[in-house]
């Protein structure tokens, strides 16, 4: 089967770092996304990996690793407005997105 | 990014109504589109994929025959949730590809009364 596991919540303070991890199994690999949504809103597109390595785009970052099938995202300078759910897919090779449970995070003063 | 647009917001229906949900891309075409429903705190589950001028494949335990899909164009895909009941109460979200990135709509948020 194909699957796709993050922690369920995470707890974090204002202005320090948080790294969310992601694994996952699926019948091929054309890139990982990441998302993030907010309660009562769609998913925003946070990040694209589909070689190896670290991507970096402001306070977010993304790294992947494909032989170990793992992925994570790192926020830093963390905000309140942080505080959301993110959500990890892989595009397998029939193109379809797998999506995680997502991780909620929550951000405290 | 390209924009997804989603209409109605939100909507309120009684049971046994059908409610309709359109989903268009508005700056680019999108020969593929998703239809997704989330309840509280889960996450999103991909109900159907939507293929432009052709029949839509549905993942499975989705009834097609309640969620009928449309794609009749490029930048237009519709969700109709027929005989609408309580359990379909759910937030409905498309999404429409370009290239390697899926660009999700602002959802549907639907109350069956």
């Known amino acids: 089967g194909q699957n796709i596991d993050q922690p369920t919540e995470m707890t974090a303070t204002e202005g320090a770092i948080v790294q969310i991890n992601c694994t996952y199994q699926?019948?091929?690999?054309?890139?990982l996304f990441w998302y993030q949504q907010h309660a009562g809103e769609a998913p925003t597109f946070l990040s694209y990996?589909?070689l190896d390595g670290l991507e970096e785009k402001g306070r977010f970052s993304s790294f992947l690793s494909r032989s170990k099938g793992y992925s994570y995202l790192l926020l830093k300078e963390l905000q309140m407005k942080d505080s959301a759910s993110y959500l990890c897919?892989?595009?397998?090779?029939?193109?379809?997105?797998?999506w995680g449970a997502g991780t909620k995070l929550i951000i405290k003063p | 990014g390209a924009v997804v647009s989603q209409h109605p917001s939100r909507v309120i229906c009684k049971s046994g109504t059908s409610v309709k949900i359109e989903c268009r891309s508005l700056?680019?075409?999108?020969?593929?589109m998703f239809w997704y429903r989330q309840f509280p705190k889960q996450s999103l589950m991909l109900m159907a994929t939507?293929?432009?001028?052709?029949?839509?494949?549905?993942e499975q335990g989705v009834e097609k025959d309640k969620f009928l899909i449309n794609h009749a164009s490029l930048t237009l895909s519709t969700l109709t949730v027929t005989s609408a009941h309580p359990e379909d109460s759910s937030f409905y979200i498309c999404?429409?590809?370009?290239?390697?990135?899926?660009?999700f709509g602002p959802g549907t948020r639907l109350t069956v009364l």
């Open positions: 939507s293929n432009e001028g052709s029949k839509a494949t549905y």
């Open positions: 700056d680019f075409q999108a020969t593929t």
């Open positions: 999404s429409a590809r370009e290239d390697h990135e899926q660009f």
């Open positions: 699926t019948s091929g690999f054309n890139g």
């Open positions: 990996n589909v």
């Open positions: 897919a892989v595009m397998n090779s029939n193109y379809q997105l797998i």
